[in-house]
């Protein structure tokens, strides 16, 4: 079971800032145990610019991201999601599509930095609190020992790690 790579699923509106940003994280902290999509109800289309900034500047590859929507992960041959997050609360609130495998899903809402505004620095500022925010629920995550709990107990403590501040 230790062996098993674990798809993850990020979701948000746009699929611009914040789920791209979980994408890229844990494709890279959590390589070999994990491999992370995003999409997003209404795909702004590409990449928030500074998404891509923040990222980039954090070492990141972001050669291969994309803004996509959310139906390309419903159809049958889509890679089956073990873990489906939603990242901003107006997506958390629509009806989602049905994933196929029935993952588990939890709520894990951050502010979107796309409304922050103000001058290109505090922009930028908003977009690596949001950065850091993510990277630190993702390492409560990836320090659950998944293969030893059931079902049940990964989703309370995905609830659990949802509901934490996300500056922790």
């Known amino acids: 079971m230790s062996d098993k790579i674990y798809n993850v699923l990020f979701l948000c509106s746009a699929n611009s800032a914040r789920s791209i940003i979980a994408e890229v994280i844990l494709n890279q902290i959590g390589k070999g145990r ?15 610019p500074m998404t891509l900034q923040v990222l980039q500047g954090q070492g990141y590859d972001t050669s291969a991201l994309r803004s996509k929507s959310w139906d390309e992960f419903a159809r049958p041959d889509a890679p089956q999601m073990d873990f489906v997050f939603t990242v901003c609360d107006q997506t958390a609130g629509e009806l989602c599509p049905v994933w196929p495998g029935q993952p588990l899903t939890a ?62």
Do not use: C, M, Y
Request: glycine share 6%; aromatic share 8%; proline share 4%.
């Open 34 to 48: 994990f491999r992370a999509f995003s999409a997003g109800s209404h795909p702004r289309g590409e990449v928030h």
């Open 107 to 168: 709520h894990w809402g951050f502010a979107d930095p796309v409304k922050v505004e103000g001058s290109e620095q505090r922009q930028l500022d908003a977009f690596s609190q949001i950065q850091n925010q993510i990277a630190n629920r993702l390492r409560l995550f990836l320090s659950l020992p998944l293969a030893k709990l059931d079902r049940l107990a990964i989703k309370h403590e995905i609830d659990r790690i949802g509901q934490t501040s996300a500056e922790a």
